[in-house]
């Protein structure tokens, strides 16, 4: 007599086969949301997804390095910034341009230009392609462009609001002495209020006037690479990073601000890789790109969100990156073009 797991995982794979052929690489599928978010609920996976999404080496730690890095060595005197000045401010947008190129052109120039692990772990098997859709006819040059100008100016208008109102007491501070629980505890809920606040902010662009005014641009990226993740309209960033602003409803410490900001934009670099993670020694050591955004790139109307809070479980646009998750998102999108026509 078969076991009914193993029945059950063949069945899975049947589903996947036709889906999982039109890419080079796909994870383990169906894709399963956080565990946080599964009935029943199981201690031990949710303590799993979080040390894996963590620890040991992982791109929230790493990010969480650089802002402290950036908040000791790259940072004025808080006392500085109680009044605006361009010396202090100009001294941040420089930090992250920086930061932002150094990160995006070491990714670029690893998996892209030097291929340094071939098509290994890559999703989409089509190279990036340019045309006049993109700014200077080149894809990485569009992407390069918008990411260094409106994406380093917005990140750092933010940036020198949030640390200018804590300089000035208008947003309380929170010293790890007052409360090191909490303080601590932030760094852990930012992932999980980006999440929330990503799906919301990308399900309005995708209404029709904004997607035409804005986010138009950052999908012409059909195959995205390193430098696409902040590729983007003004108004996308202005609306992307805006999550910052939820600092004013409760104390917080400028590290605090630089994590959340660079998790922001240096995540958006790393899931955008193309490549689900970064082997050393033929071992992946750093998860990077997510299939289940990369999949959003290529069909457009599915997975709008993150797999931390399941909203596009919730609202029928979740992709699981097989063949009757492929059908589901082709009969909405049949639904939603009737209502269009209708």
């Not at 790259?74 to 361009?86: R, V, Y």
């Not at 208008?170 to 990503?198: D, G, H, K, R, Y």
Request: charged share 15%; net charge positive.
């Amino acid at each position: 007599m078969s076991c009914p797991d193993a029945a059950i995982r063949a069945k899975l794979k049947d589903m996947s086969e036709q889906e999982a052929s039109r890419w080079n690489h796909t994870p383990d599928l169906p894709i399963q949301v956080s565990p946080l978010f599964r009935w029943p609920l199981r201690p031990v996976a949710i303590l799993r997804w979080f040390w894996a999404s963590w620890f040991l080496v992982s791109e929230k730690l790493l990010i969480l390095g650089i802002a402290m890095v950036s908040w000791f060595w790259f940072t004025p005197p808080i006392e500085q910034m109680q009044s605006l000045a361009l010396g202090w401010v100009a001294e941040l947008w420089l930090r992250n341009f920086v930061l932002i190129g150094v990160v995006a052109a070491a990714l670029h120039w690893w998996f892209y230009a030097h291929q340094g692990q071939g098509t290994r772990l890559k999703f989409d098997p089509r190279a990036m392609k340019d045309g006049r859709s993109f700014t200077f006819g080149r894809q990485v040059w569009d992407n390069a462009f918008w990411t260094l100008s409106s994406g380093v100016a917005v990140w750092t208008a933010l940036e020198v609001l949030m640390l200018w109102a804590l300089a000035n007491g208008w947003i309380p501070w929170l010293t790890f002495a007052q409360n090191p629980v909490w303080f601590v505890a932030i760094f852990f809920l930012i992932p999980i209020w980006e999440s929330f606040w990503f799906y919301w902010i990308h399900r309005a662009l995708h209404w029709r006037p904004l997607y035409k005014i804005a986010h138009h641009l950052h999908h012409r990226n059909t195959n995205v690479g390193p430098w696409s993740g902040m590729s983007m309209h003004p108004l996308e960033h202005v609306m992307f990073l805006g999550g910052v602003l939820v600092h004013w409803l409760f104390a917080s410490h400028p590290l605090h601000i630089l994590f959340h900001l660079q998790y922001y934009t240096l995540s958006a670099v790393t899931t955008h890789s193309g490549y689900a993670a970064l082997l050393v020694k033929d071992k992946e050591r750093l998860a990077m790109g997510t299939f289940h955004h990369q999949m959003h790139h290529r069909y457009f109307e599915c997975n709008y969100g993150s797999l931390e809070i399941p909203w596009d479980k919730l609202f029928g646009s979740f992709h699981d990156g097989t063949d009757d998750g492929r059908d589901q998102m082709n009969a909405r999108r049949k639904r939603l073009a009737g209502k269009l026509g209708g």
